[in-house]
């Protein structure tokens, strides 16, 4: 335990998987008090009324970790303010897109901060999965409330854990066993006290790589995998047609990352390596809707499946692998409305349009032109697991899928 970090108090805004199942547990090694502050009134009042839970690991040879002594306060009360006006740190783990919804609160704790006397920064590391997750709450900062911006520093993190409420418990999760959370060091440079946080430079471009390569291929598991009806999410990754797909992914992939994020080839053929034995590890039990969730972010123009895939078109590469995934996330965007509506949305749904208006590109956009012949491709095959998806997977003479040829064309 280090000494000069005794009593220091670190607010996690969002009692989610991440922030109650990963963040808290990387926090609880070290001297800081941990208190909550989320939007759920059924999730603080549970965290109140029990002030402990407990982290549980896919490898049961690892015991569980108690967490104990914690508090939680409703976003927008007055004790949320207070919560975070005295903190030491701050961690977000509420979604990328929710970011600047903290714009106010933040704002006020660092007013109330001052008013007290205590004119250190307020600092924030967000734990989300965004390209530039310390940008968006900056930007929402600076536009809303620009003197208090000017006091506030934002640092962002990556997180490679999976968690996952555990059902049947009130607060438990079940949890990969991820020992560290690199942060961006320069946004924050000092000690913080904690040595699960490991700061990290050239961070902006370390968190798109892990976005571009290991959630684009979370994302191929996914779509691809819902498209085919699986539910537990490594029994999509090794679905022969996911897993060939992958593989094929794979190439173009890493060399359109080296070469335009800098990374060296071999590097980053292992960094992709990892990720795929990891997303099959029939171990880590994840959900395929969990990870499906909020597919118009998904399918952004800066985000997992667009960029890369303009990337690997850049380069040279065929990105027929990631405009199916775009396909098979417009079916599951299709499902989720028709689901909404009781079914009466599917003639409105207009893919091109839908995908236009979420990723940027224009309708002729070779991206958005082959996603649509794709989505058309998997409509003509139908879903499930039993239906036969050799057209799509067979590939060329050049290797390309579906015969759509070089990139560029369409
Ligand atoms: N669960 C996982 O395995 C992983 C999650 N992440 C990232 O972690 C972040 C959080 O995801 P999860 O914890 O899985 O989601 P979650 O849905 O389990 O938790 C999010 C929590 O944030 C709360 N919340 C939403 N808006 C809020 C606001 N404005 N103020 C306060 N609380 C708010 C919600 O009520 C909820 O309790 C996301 O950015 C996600 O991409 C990243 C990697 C792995
Ligand atoms: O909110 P998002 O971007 O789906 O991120 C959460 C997911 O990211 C992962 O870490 C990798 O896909 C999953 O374990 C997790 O469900």
């Not at 934002?154 to 991820?178: H, K, Q």
Request: one cysteine or more.
């Amino acid at each position: 335990m280090n000494g000069l970090t005794k009593g220091r108090s670190a607010v996690i805004i969002g009692a989610g998987q991440t922030g109650r199942g990963f963040v808290a547990r990387m926090v609880a090694s070290s001297d800081y008090r941990i208190s909550f502050v989320d939007t759920s009134a059924e999730v603080v009042r549970r965290i109140n009324e029990d002030g402990a839970y407990t982290i549980h690991y896919y490898n049961r040879e690892r015991p569980p970790v108690r967490i104990t002594e914690v508090g939680a306060c409703l976003a927008g009360t007055g004790d949320a303010t207070k919560a975070v006006a005295e903190a030491d740190l701050v961690f977000t783990a509420i979604g990328e897109s929710n970011l600047p919804s903290l714009a106010e609160l933040l704002a006020q704790a660092r007013l109330r901060r001052q008013e007290s006397g205590s004119d250190g920064p307020l600092a924030i590391i967000t734990c989300e999965n965004g390209t530039a997750p310390a940008r968006v709450l900056r930007e929402a900062l600076q536009t809303g409330f620009p003197e208090e911006a000017r006091g506030i520093v934002v640092s962002e993190s990556a997180i490679f854990c999976t968690t996952v409420n555990l059902p049947g418990t009130r607060l438990d999760i079940l949890s990969e066993d991820y020992p560290e959370l690199p942060y961006d060091g320069e946004a924050l440079p000092g000690e913080l006290g904690i040595p699960c946080l490991v700061p990290a430079e050239r961070f902006p471009t370390l968190l798109r790589r892990k976005i571009y390569t290991y959630n684009c291929i979370s994302a191929c598991i996914t779509y691809l995998g819902a498209f085919k009806d699986y539910k537990i999410y490594a029994e999509a990754a090794n679905d022969p047609d996911v897993s060939g797909l992958l593989e094929r992914l794979a190439e173009p992939l890493n060399r359109a990352i080296s070469r335009t994020l800098g990374f060296d080839l071999e590097d980053q053929r292992r960094f992709s390596q990892r990720a795929v034995a990891k997303f099959s590890d029939y171990g880590i039990v994840d959900y395929v809707d969990k990870n499906a969730r909020d597919v118009a972010r998904k399918l952004g123009p800066d985000d997992r499946l667009i960029a890369p895939a303009r990337m690997i078109m850049d380069t040279g590469g065929d990105p027929s692998v990631l405009t199916l995934t775009i396909a098979a996330a417009l079916h599951y965007a299709r499902r989720e409305r028709e689901s909404a509506a009781g079914g009466a949305a599917a003639a409105a749904f207009d893919p091109s349009a839908v995908l236009t208006g979420w990723s940027g590109l224009p309708a002729d956009h070779p991206l958005v032109l082959r996603a649509i012949r794709h989505y058309a491709d998997l409509e003509r095959i139908g879903r499930g697991r039993d239906a036969d998806w050799t057209p799509l997977t067979k590939g060329d003479d050049n290797g390309n899928l579906s015969g759509y040829g070089q990139p560029g064309g369409n």
